[in-house]
């Protein structure tokens, strides 16, 4: 009986692990949590000229500041990684997905960052952007390390994205702002990366100060290279979390805390996803 028991443990126990890799690896590389209706193809609408591509960056702007404090508390702001990393989750997870046919009617449309913070809070990959840039340079990010830019790949039409240098100490990274810094539970998967970012050629980049449309102040070595860095950081995020949940079930497999089934971090229990195998661990 007691081989029994041993052997159904063990079982479960191995079930779990490879459900917690196949978990980590989906989440893993910048996966967003966020709606299946998500898009990256975009028309690019050729009227904005300069001055009106500028002026949809507004940090100056009282809802903006509103926000900002919402998601950061009281200013004077001194920029953090933690700081920019809660603006970029607070937009990925309080705006939601709407094409531009779908709200207005027309194929391309952009709002400002003051109609993108009215309900409902909607919009495409354009307001994402313009939300994103615009808090992050009222959190007091300088012009120089973050821009807006619009990307083509071929028949795919284009994409709006971040370019960004001030997180990595100067080097250049492409961000998805639809996507968040950290992933929660709770919401469906549909993977977004980082890392897709680089089949675009960016044809404008611009913020409240400065607009691009040849040359830019990145290279696409530097580009790249940005991208290459967060893929290996996520890399090594899932082998920790991946060695946390190993060393939690290697404990669990010499009957040390068998009762005790806790969360493998803060932010999700992994093992609550199976409540057949946990029972059968307290049978």
Aim: with cysteine; hydrophobic share 40%.
């Amino acid at each position: 009986m007691a081989w029994g028991l041993g052997m159904k443990q063990c079982l479960s126990i191995l079930f779990i692990c490879l459900a917690v890799l196949g978990l980590l690896i989906m989440s893993g590389l910048g996966c967003v949590t966020l709606e299946q209706n998500h898009s990256t193809g975009h028309a690019w609408p050729a009227t904005e000229s300069e001055f009106e591509s500028k002026s949809y960056i507004t940090p100056e702007c009282s809802s903006v500041a509103e926000c900002l404090q919402s998601i950061i508390g009281d200013p004077p702001y001194e920029p953090t990684e933690e700081g920019f990393d809660a603006i970029r989750d607070w937009v990925a997870y309080n705006i939601e997905y709407a094409s531009d046919e779908d709200q207005v009617g027309q194929k391309d449309y952009w709002e400002t960052p003051e109609e993108i913070l009215n309900d409902p809070r909607v919009g495409d990959c354009e307001e994402f952007s313009i939300l994103l840039c615009t808090l992050l340079r009222a959190y007091g990010i300088d012009a120089e390390h973050v821009y807006v830019v619009i990307g083509v790949n071929g028949n795919e039409g284009a994409h709006a994205f971040l370019m960004e240098n001030w997180y990595q100490d100067g080097e250049w990274r492409a961000i998805e702002a639809q996507a968040p810094a950290q992933l929660r539970s709770g919401f469906p998967l549909f993977p977004l990366f980082d890392s897709e970012l680089d089949r675009y050629k960016i044809i404008v980049a611009f913020n409240d100060i400065y607009y691009y449309d040849e040359s830019f102040p990145w290279g696409e070595d530097q580009a790249n290279s940005g991208t290459l860095t967060e893929v290996a950081t996520a890399v090594n995020n899932i082998m920790r979390l991946l060695s946390q949940s190993l060393d939690y079930l290697s404990r669990l497999l010499f009957n040390e805390n068998q009762q005790d089934v806790s969360c493998i971090n803060n932010n999700a229990s992994i093992l609550r996803i199976f409540p057949a195998f946990l029972a059968m661990l307290s049978d």
